[in-house]
């Protein structure tokens, strides 16, 4: 254990860990598509792409990483920021990719306050025709290449989630809103969601019509060859940041005999959900003094998280990995 590692410490590195795997490409390679077709086409009706998978199934870092490093290296290359600019602060300021969230969105009024708090602008006081102009002009103004828009399931009011395909009126407006900027051309969107949330969006025969792309993002496989390495070489990369982000005096091994298969069983093939096991693993190996996390702490971390989480309904680390459960989620 490296020495004065506190609990803190290891939530922060957490927070900060960036972690490459092959369905950044996928999904990234996506979002470009869009804004060279905003940008060859910047005056005709735009299309979206969506992004629908469980929660922790790593959709929102997978934007932040876009933002970071896409974005922020070509916002440089524009000469819109120094070079010198921490990346992070570059991603923060800059207005070609817009990443709003729809929790806390219950209106019109609400949408348009928080495209213009994305583009840096404070939301005066107004009508909600007048903010919407607003945020329209401001989008056409920086010449904005993409809006992606989290937590699309916030489109219906929480008491009503068990009804996603059955819009309300206040909950139509606000989907249509978001249907006529993409038919005047605004900016193409990335909708981003649990699964659920898909047919708020697809339900909409004209709105459906527009997507390009349904970016998969759902729990890897660990029956398919290309998903199972993509899990596994996950998992190892995450092992290595642990000692690299000073956490740790020796990497964690994340590879050997069955904690793969076990991690994997443990998360249903969620990547999020594996490095918040895996943070969970961490605090307990510091509290042993440990010089890296084991499989004894991913073991435990199971009961004493994952399970009262009801993420997974028994620990494969303590009685082996139910071969039925080794399917997406």
């Known amino acids: 254990m490296v020495d004065r590692v506190t609990r803190g410490n290891i939530w922060g590195e957490f927070m900060k860990m960036r972690i490459k795997h092959e369905r950044l490409g996928d999904a990234h390679s996506v979002f470009d598509d ?126 009503d989630r068990s009804k996603f395909s059955e819009l309300r009126e206040g909950e139509t407006a606000l989907t249509n809103t978001l249907k006529t900027m993409l038919i005047r051309g605004l900016v193409p969107m990335v909708f981003v969601g649990v699964l659920e949330a898909r047919a708020l969006l697809f339900n909409d025969e004209q709105l459906a019509n527009r997507c390009i792309a349904e970016i998969d993002y ?56 594996v490095s918040r096991l895996v943070e969970h693993a961490a605090v307990l190996a510091k509290d042993d003094k440990a010089d890296a996390v084991q499989r004894v702490h991913l073991e435990k971390a199971v009961d004493g998280w994952a399970i009262p989480k009801q993420i997974v309904d028994y620990n494969p680390f303590a009685i082996g990995v139910n071969q039925a459960k080794l399917v997406r989620q």
């Open 218 to 273: 759902r729990g890897l496989d660990f029956a398919l060859r290309r998903e199972r390495e993509i899990f596994v070489k996950y998992c190892g990369r995450l092992g290595l940041k642990l000692q690299q982000h000073g956490l740790f005096r020796d990497s964690s091994n994340f590879l050997v005999d069955d904690i793969p298969a076990c991690l994997h069983a443990a998360s249903g093939g969620r990547i999020g959900v």
């Open 34 to 159: 869009l804004r060279a077709a905003r940008r060859a086409a910047p005056y005709e009706p735009q299309r979206f792409a969506s992004m629908f998978a469980p929660t922790h199934s790593g959709k929102s870092m997978s934007i932040v990483m876009y933002r970071e490093t896409i974005v922020a290296a070509e916002a440089v290359r524009r000469g819109l920021f120094p070079a010198d600019m921490d990346v992070k602060e570059v991603a923060r300021r800059q207005r070609i990719v817009l990443h709003i969230s729809l929790e806390g969105v219950t209106t019109i009024k609400n949408l348009a306050e928080e495209i213009l708090i994305a583009l840096g602008k404070s939301p005066p006081k107004g009508t909600t025709s007048g903010l919407l102009k607003l945020a329209y002009d401001h989008l056409q103004e920086f010449e904005t290449e993409l809006l992606i828009i989290d937590e699309t399931q916030h489109l219906k009011v929480a008491k």
